[in-house]
């Protein structure tokens, strides 16, 4: 069963859920579910769906019964003709034998002009196929510790996904326009369409969505801050509030590096130099003169371990220089020579060791 039919299913089993979508839920249970839709926007198609589908099983049990009822109130019709034409004189035998045909004949009218009506009123309320309408499936991509993905999309775009990151996005298109949700890191390089062929992307970030239509850029959503780098073209960076509505909006210039989040007002931009940002791309991190902490922060993204520094002098070591990325313990290696201090990974904990 796919992902997605099973998402659904595990939903429309869920008391508490079904409750909610009916509006019998209490105050507190309705907030657990409107957090849990809150934090992934994705889970709105979701949930419409699964209303739909618990509406359309609803109608089915109760139309079935009444077509059932009536087929009984026939039956039991036919069932008292029956008996007062085999109890009552010969000479209206041949009034019984024109009953029934006329009888059947009722009976299938009746059924026919039934199912008629429901199944153009509810489409696949008497068939498997789903043509009510097409269920929008999503994909999700995610990446493990120290790996790198690169999707490539019809139209010539490219999304690499960074270590430890995932990226949702619908498994077909209805027209031309595409959105993604990323929970971590990707470069996004996005074919530039004119005419005919323009759509837009969107990809929905927390707090917010980066909105293109044929540029390349970066996207980090790592920490409590969502930063957005912008190599070439242009974007427009928005802001939402809880309730999905815009409160603010940039648009991005070559070279820039914006910042938004859920917790704090605004977005915050400050020209960077691209390629530092950019460089994971290419195996590599490039450092100028980066503090300790954040040089220990990507490293935690990337492979998944702990690289905790004790004191605030240990945090404010400045590094500079281009590390490989594709393998923790060379990485490693170079970390200890360019600090002169040994380092050790023990069963996925760095610890930084008195300097040699």
Known sequence: MAEYEQEIEELLTDDSFIRWIEGRASEVEAAVWERWLENDPARKQLVEESKLLHRSMAFSRN????VELELDRLKERMGREKKAAENGIRSRRISRDRTYPGMAAALIIMLVAVMGVLSLSYPGLYTSEPTARSVSKFITQKTQNGQQKKLTLSDGSTITLNSN?????????????????????????????????????????????VRVLGTTFNVNTY??????????????????????????????????????????????????????????????????????HEVAERVEHIYGVEFPLPGQELKQIRISGSLPIHNLEVFLNTIENMLNRTVVNRNGRIILGKEK
Do not use: C
Request: aromatic content about 6%.
């Open 165 to 209: 990151s995932s990226l949702k996005y619908p498994s077909t298109r209805t027209g031309g326009d595409l959105e993604v949700w990323l929970d971590g890191e990707a470069y996004f390089d996005v074919a530039h369409k004119t005419g005919a062929k323009a759509r837009s992307f969107t990809v929905h970030i927390p707090g917010g969505q």
């Open 223 to 292: 920490e409590e801050a969502a930063e957005v780098v912008l190599v070439k073209g242009k974007v427009k960076l928005e802001k939402k509030n809880r309730q999905g509505r815009d409160v603010d909006s940039h648009v991005m210039e070559p070279g820039e590096l914006s910042r938004i989040s859920e917790l704090r007002e605004g977005i915050s931009s400050q020209r960077v130099d691209a390629e530092r940002y950019t460089s994971w791309t290419r195996g590599k991190m490039i450092f100028d003169r980066t503090p300790l």
């Open 63 to 66: 139309r079935r019964s009444e």
